[in-house]
């Protein structure tokens, strides 16, 4: 058997085993060109659907395939709440043990169009739950698309879940802040220098606190905006490491820190970085889609993000497991979770053994 054919097989396995009952008619057509479009980016490291047709086990041309996975992203009927949001939901029931780390960002993807992420931290992963595509490859998304993509994740999140959002310069609208203390979640959000605070009657800007290199200023139960929204905790922020300061805005009590404290909680937000790098130049180069209509990019998304939760879990597999002792150095690994999850899908493989495929965990 091919390697094609042994890839797309075990994801499609995996796919059917996910479902209460054998998928039929039109759905199981659906879900097997999932598993087609998602073995042939891994195997290409690519989102072009020429480059994805090139490596599916069929005896059909490759631009007949192309042809099948243009009416999949085109068909309506193709939703991210049927074909992606289960996933995610397991995924997000398998980490709440802990505090679940939401971070929410945007990145240029396609052909002129940019996308609007949410996804939950793990070991320093961010793994996508929901997104928004627009045109337009810079500017900013709106507060209503930052508050959309949290409504859509908090109908996955268990009740008595601990959530952490961690937001940009872009994610501090007060509007949004409020929707995160109406689900009794907890927030540090960067925000901007000139950023109205109002302490005891008194109002000034972040900047006007003059924070010097190496030191913090924190002001607790603050209002902010010329709204005055609060009480709130601020704080003006220079690490040595930095070139400028940093201001951020919390609903973290002064002496509440579910394990770290503001600046810490902060500092993993960087995390989601790595996501875009793995899926973009170092990974699957979702920005060199030749897609140019966000709602396509939106429906093909849905197995580019499949594909990377499943190479995120052959990674740490290869840790738990000690494959990565065998697949690379074995004192020091300097490989991410991703590059390992590839190498060991490729020692799988070679060795013709058993593959295993997860979308809904990690671990």
Known sequence: MSDNRKRFAAIYNAIRKLYPTQPRGNTARHLTT????????????????????????SMTKVESQVKRFSRWIENENINFE?????????????????TLVLVMDGSPVG?????????????????????????GSKGHFSEENHITLIEQVKEIIPEDANVMF????????????????DYNWKYVCRTAKDTIITQNSETF?????????????????????????GPVQTI?????????????????????????????????????????SDQKSRGFHLHKSHLSDPDRLAQLMIAACLAYIWIIYLGNLSIQQGWSKIIHRTKRCDLSLFQLGLR???????????IPVAFNRVE
């Open 236 to 276: 003006a922020w220079w690490d040595e490491e930095y070139e400028d300061p940093i201001y951020l805005v919390s609903n973290l009590p002064i002496h509440e820190s579910i394990d770290k404290e503001p600046c810490e909680w902060y500092s993993l937000r960087f995390s989601i970085e790595t996501l875009f």
């Open 34 to 57: 999932l598993a087609m479009l998602i073995s042939g980016i891994v195997a290409s490291k690519r989102v072009n659907l020429p480059a994805i047709a090139g490596k599916i086990p």
């Open 111 to 135: 052909r002129g169009c940019r996308t609007l992420m949410l996804s939950v931290l793990y070991k320093k992963r961010a793994l996508p739950l929901a997104w928004l595509v627009s045109q």
């Open 166 to 181: 961690l937001g940009d310069g872009e994610f501090d609208g007060i509007n949004l802040q409020a929707k995160m203390d």
């Open 205 to 229: 800007t972040f900047q006007e606190l003059q924070v010097q290199p190496g030191g913090r200023i924190t002001l607790p139960s603050v209002a902010i905006t010329q709204k005055r929204y």
């Open 344 to 354: 060991l899908l490729d020692y799988f493989l070679n060795q013709e053994m058993e």
């Open 82 to 98: 049927f074909y992606y949001l289960p996933y995610a939901q397991q995924l997000v029931t398998s980490l709440a043990q802990q």
